[in-house]
Structures are given as structure tokens and as C-alpha cells.
């Protein structure tokens, strides 16, 4: 066997950590047949990726789980009955019942919820990983995706963007062999996955995703290598996922080989019998763990089930969809908007909120296409990367989903970010980012996200179907977006700075052909 460097304790402590996900799933299954919980995403035979990989972390690094990753919560020591609420869909659990399973997040476990569209999660990533190094933290983000997820542009994306600006990521791509029923050779035709890394310009490595040391030694390795050259790195865990996609789907669609192979290599049941063989537990031993974490689960269901029942409020769901605003706001308004006395045109007043913004706010970060040196193409941030630095004027690759997950990600870290769309025509390929997963989340599990999106629209400059829609309506119908567009310069200055001190979403529209106005 051999340990890894770690003690008896600290591989005792593994063992802990895989069993009690299996266990806990052993009994979700039952309870999922008595008709007590909806739903299930089974993660049996992949238990090592997660809790090798959350183990091998800081708890106070952030980690973007999928919906097979029990390990991920259970190792941060979640309260297993609030767990158990959650899946119940009970209001005590960790989105007020508004969530089914995993989807969902909790700040204080630094676990950032999944969107079931997958891809979006990697992005994220990213800029949790560019807030550690704006504030020189020596920590990393983890992202997980499926051999399925990789097909997605966000894959790209976020990968293309994390090399580019040299982010501590570590994305591990669980390949189970399967996305749904389809299998690995209807995904991709490369030889590995891993291979792609090159393709980014990163590192990366192809590990037994069932070997629980393995995965624990790997990425603690890669943890320290991110954080030392400030750089991502990819890796692939092979595995494979034991039950259907979810239980309602079955696994008539796999070979019943497969099942046998993998089987054999059961990611719990062999490390235990490496233990055995290597004398840190005896047989008497694993029995009393096992025994100690069954009680433990049968108390904290107990504890679970006393939870009252939901009862719909309609005023506390409408409250939720937005995040408190700071009270004084409105008295920062008032002071940095007075322009009473001046004549100022519509560029010239958003310029002067972005910049009094930046003043304000430190930790807010500007992104988008030629925004730095160049001034962006309308020359609003001109001479803003001389006044505030690149690290905080930062020209991004042509990845507009990527970018808005990123500032997603600085918002989990407290930070304040504006994504300027080079014209508003390019936001359809960052629609989903927007109406998924900046407009929920504060419903979902009362994380805000404290992101403007500046948008130049409109038509009437003669500038062609692909820029010049005025496309609001796209968003004006989503809960949780405000959404802003501002008729003179007078409105533009005061509603950007608005926008900057809020809390929430604001997608910020500008009429290209006011730019040069002075009245609306």
C-alpha cells in the first residue's frame, strides 16, 4: 500500500470520508423507493473524485460541485440533517425548498450551486480564482464537469480564459464513460480527454478517478503547483457511474461487462481492503465505523424529520428574488451625481460614473473587448487603464459567457464587476450566464450577484442587423435582472452609479445614438 506520506489517523479519516457518502446514498435509495424523497442523482462509484479532491483542499477554497458529488458535501461537514431536508424539499434545508438535490450552494462551505446546464459552472471558477489573485491569496477554485460537459463552449471558455489571464484553477473533468446514455465515443473522438489541456496552453494529467489516494495525492500535488506558478491545470478522472443517470432512467443501455469490470474496482471496497492488508484497521474495526456512521445518519434523519412542513409565502418569495440594497445608497447618489451647472454628453456622463465608481469601489473590476489600452470601442474607458491598472481594466478573449460567470465568481468573493458587451447584439451568447445563473441565484440560496452589464444598442448609426438591435425586451420578463436604459446624460451618470452601488444584476442599456448628446 502505498500511503501517500499520511498517517494512520489521516487515512482512517479517508475512509470515514468516502464511506459515509455510500452509506448515505445506500439509504436515499431506500427512502427514494418509499416515496420520501423525489429525486436522486447517484454518485456510487465515483465517491474518491469528491472527497479526494475536497479533502486535499483549504475548507475555505471554493469548489463548484455537479449533481453527483455527495462527497463534495459531506466533507465540508455540512449538517448531514439539514442535507437530509434539502433533499426533501423541505423549507429548513439550504434553499428553502425551492431546490432539488444538489442544486444548490451555501457560502459558508464555500460550495457554489450548479445550474443543470453544467458548463456555466466553470467559468466561475475562474473568477473566484482572479478574486485570490487580485487580493494575493495563496488559494485555488476547483471546478467539476462531466466527459459530457466538455462538448459545451463553456468548456472552452472557461479553460481559454483561465490560461490567458494564468488563474490557480483546477478543473477535473469525472469520466464516468457515460453522458446520460450517451456513451464516450458519440462525445468526442480525441484519444483522452486531458489532451485538450495543451490545446489551452496548460498542464494536465489523466488519474485513476477510483483509487481514493490517488485522486487526495494528485490534487494536493496540483493545488500547490496552481497556487506556485499561478497557473490552472486539468485533470481527468476515470471512473464510471454504477446506477442510471438518475434512478428513474435505468442502465439498460450499458453492457452488463462493464458493470462487472468497474465492479471490481469500487472505489470504497478497495480501499478498504488496502487498510486491511496494511494493517492500520482490522475487520472488527471497519464493522464499528461502519456501525458508528449508521447511527449517525439514522439520528440526523430523525432530527430531519421533525422539520415542519413548507408552507408557500407568497411576500417572502417575492422579497427573495432581489438582495437587500445598503440603505445609504441613495445618499452616495446624490453626491456623486450632481452634475447641476454643466453641460455634459451622454459618453461623457457615463464615463464619469464608471470612473467615480472605480474611485468608490476598490474591489471593482472592469472586463471586456479592447477596454484597456484601446479605451474600448467607444472610447469610454480611455485612459482608465493608466489611472487603475490592468488588474482591475482587463481586456478579455471573445468568450462573453465565460466573462459573466467570471464576474459571477468575483461576486462569491465579495468583489464588484461591470462586463461591458461590445455591442448589445453579443449578449445572446452569454444569455444563459444572465437569466440562469446571475438572475436565480439569490432566490435559489441567497448568494447576490453584484454585476453590471453594460450593453451599447440601438439602432439608427447604420451599423447592420448585428449591431444595432435593442434587445431589452429579451430580458425585461426575467425575475431577478433590473434592467436600466437611461434617455439623457443627466439619467446615464446617476442610474450607472446606481448600478455600481446595488447589489444585484443590472443590465445597463446605452443608446449608441445618444452617445454624443447633451439633452437625450
Known sequence: MDRKGLSNAELINLYKAILLPRMIEEKMLVLL?????????????QEAIAVGATLALETDEWIMPLHRNLGVFTSRQMPLHKLFMQWQGNKDGYSKGRERSFHFGTKAHHIC?????LGPQLAIADGVALAHQL???????????GDGGTSEGDFHEALNVAAVWGLPVIFIIENNGYGLSTPVNEQY???????RAKGYGMDGIRIDGNDLLTVFDTIRGVRDYCIREQKPYLIECMTFRMRGHEEASGTKYVP???????????????????????????????????????????????????????TPDTAEEVADVFAPVVPNTAAILRDQANSEGRELRFVDAIQEAMRQSMQQ?????????????????????????QEFGKARVRNTPLCESAIIGSALGLSLK??????????????????????????????RWGQNADVVVRMPTGAGVGAGPFHSQSNEAWFAHVPGLKIVYPSNPHDAKGLLIAAFNDPNPVLYFEHKALYRSVSG
Request: with cysteine; hydrophobic share 40%; net charge negative.
Open 135 to 145: 487580493r494575493q491569496e495563496q488559494k485555488v477554485s476547483l471546478a467539476f464537469t
Open 113 to 117: 450551486g450548479m445550474i443543470s446546464h
Open 256 to 310: 452488463k461487462e462493464l458493470f462487472e469490470e468497474w465492479g471490481r474496482r469500487d472505489p470504497v471496497k478497495n480501499y478498504e481492503q488496502q487498510l486491511i492488508a496494511g494493517g492500520v484497521l482490522t475487520e472488527m474495526q471497519i464493522a464499528d465505523i461502519r456501525n458508528e456512521l449508521r447511527i449517525y445518519i439514522e439520528t440526523e434523519l430523525e432530527t430531519a424529520y421533525q422539520a415542519q412542513a413548507l
Open 361 to 385: 469601489h476598490p474591489e471593482l473590476v472592469l472586463m471586456g473587448q479592447d477596454i484597456a489600452e484601446y479605451g474600448g470601442a467607444f472610447k469610454i474607458t480611455e485612459g482608465f487603464v
Open 189 to 195: 473522438k480525441c484519444e483522452s480527454l486531458v489532451e
Open 33 to 45: 423507493r418509499q416515496g420520501k424523497i423525489s429525486k436522486w442523482f447517484s454518485g456510487i462509484g
Open 414 to 443: 465579495g468583489f464588484k464587476s461591470m462586463v461591458e458587451m461590445q455591442f448589445a447584439d453579443f449578449v445572446s451568447v452569454g444569455f444563459n450566464q444572465i437569466v440562469n445563473n446571475l438572475a436565480k441565484i439569490h432566490y
